[in-house]
């Protein structure tokens, strides 16, 4: 194959790789509009993903994942949604709004997923909080 074959595939391959970009920020846009004019609860404030990894990219600058909530908290509000990987996910900032979130509307709240991610930061413990004094 020549150069100008390889050429021509990157060419398309940016092409559909940035139509595929172009197509998720609508579907979002969209998404977005439609619930609020539904009338229905709207979803709370979200910080601009990235297609595929969604919003990981805003905790790898921190040691620990509480302190970029913390930062997202101050950012967009006590309740942010975030989307990790494809887990959506609702991240909740405050004593109070924690307090109703766990104690006043727990039943709402009352299991966590099974992630790798708390296989090995609490050693298979899901209700062990290792950076947590409580």
Not at 82 to 110: M, P, Y
Request: net charge positive; aromatic share 10%.
């Amino acid at each position: 194959m020549t150069i100008a074959v390889y050429t021509v595939l990157l060419v398309i391959t940016t092409v559909v790789a940035l139509a595929i970009v172009c197509y998720e920020i609508y579907k979002q846009k969209t998404h977005r509009a439609k619930k609020l004019t539904s009338g229905g609860l709207s979803e709370p404030p979200t910080p601009t993903r990235i297609p595929i990894i969604g919003h990981l990219h805003l905790l790898g600058g921190y040691e620990v994942p509480y302190q970029a909530f913390n930062f997202l908290g101050k950012k967009y509000g006590n309740v942010v949604n975030l989307q990790l990987g494809n887990v959506k996910c609702v991240v909740v900032n405050g004593q109070k709004n924690i307090r109703e979130a766990l104690v006043t509307k727990g039943h709402h709240f009352d299991s966590r997923p099974n992630f790798q991610r708390y296989q090995q930061l609490f050693s298979g413990n899901k209700e062990n909080c290792k950076y947590c004094s409580i």
